[in-house]
Nanobody
Framework: QVQLVESGGGLVQAGGSLRLSCAAS????????MGWFRQAPGEEREFVAA????????YYADSVKGRFTISKDNAKNTVALQMNSLKPEDTAVYYC??????????????????WGQGTQVTVSS
């Protein structure tokens, strides 16, 4: 059974940093693209960042470009999201997701097959 478990969320002041981690189990994800999405209260889930199966190609939402960095460790079946210079508008539940044996990263949440339960990130002003 495929399982994605996020960790690292919490409360931080504006300008601070957090590092989210997502541990995948149940299959090998070295060929699979992975992504991070977020959902704020009353808002739709939105794309944050995605990375290709081999960890070489990454995409970012314009709102986080230059502040967030996604990385993938295929040996450990993990994906991380380093978030710097956090803003109150980054407050949301952050979700990790992966595509089933598809290496190409995507900004479209509908193209992801497995999802974690989410971790709350709250940025105070």
């Amino acid at each position: 059974q495929v399982q994605l478990v996020e960790s690292g969320g919490g409360l931080v002041q504006a300008g601070g940093s957090l590092r989210l981690s997502c541990a995948a189990s149940g299959r090998t994800f070295s060929r699979s693209a992975m992504g991070w999405f977020r959902q704020a209260p009353g808002e739709e889930r939105e794309f944050v960042a995605a990375i290709s199966g081999n960890g070489v190609i990454a995409y970012y939402a314009d709102s986080v470009k230059g502040r967030f960095t996604i990385s993938k460790d295929n040996a450990k079946n993990t994906v991380a999201l380093q978030m710097n210079s956090l803003k109150p508008e980054d407050t949301a539940v952050y979700y990790c997701a992966t595509r089933r044996d598809i290496a190409y990263a995507s900004r479209n949440s509908r193209e992801y097959d497995y999802w974690g339960q989410g971790t709350q990130v709250t940025v105070s002003s």
